[in-house]
Nanobody, 126 residues
Framework: QVQLVESGGGLVQAGGSLRLSCTTS????????MGWFRRVPGKEREFVAG????????YYADSVKGRFTISRDSAKKRVDLRMNSLKPEDTAVYYC???????????????????WGQGTQVTVSS
């Protein structure tokens, strides 16, 4: 079992920055890759960024590449998503998720992730 709790969402103006954090507990932190997804009402969950078990490999959706950075801190058992140059279209509920199966590069399909946090709202005003 892996428990995930997101924090750091909020309201920000376009062009601003936010840092989302995902604190984990349960299984050994190095035992799973992590991903961030987002969801807008009426749309499917969208992959945002992923990071491998050892933190070496990262992968980003084209829509956030160059603006968002995912990182993981083993000592804190936490995964962060640093979001810069935010746009109104980044508005969504953001979820962190754990993939205990992959041992390589992070995967992008939501159904590959077994554990999910409750989500945190990010709203970007124009």
């Amino acid at each position: 079992q892996v428990q995930l709790v997101e924090s750091g969402g909020g309201l920000v103006q376009a062009g601003g920055s936010l840092r989302l954090s995902c604190t984990t507990s349960g299984r050994t932190f190095s035992g799973y890759a992590m991903g961030w997804f987002r969801r807008v009402p009426g749309k499917e969950r969208e992959f945002v960024a992923g990071i491998s078990r050892n933190g070496v490999a990262t992968y980003y959706a084209d829509s956030v590449k160059g603006r968002f950075t995912i990182s993981r801190d083993s000592a804190k058992k936490r995964v962060d998503l640093r979001m810069n140059s935010l746009k109104p279209e980044d508005t969504a509920v953001y979820y962190c998720a754990a993939d205990t199966t992959t041992t390589g590069v992070p995967r992008t399909r939501y159904y590959d992730y077994e554990y999910w946090g409750q989500g945190t709202q990010v709203t970007v005003s124009s």
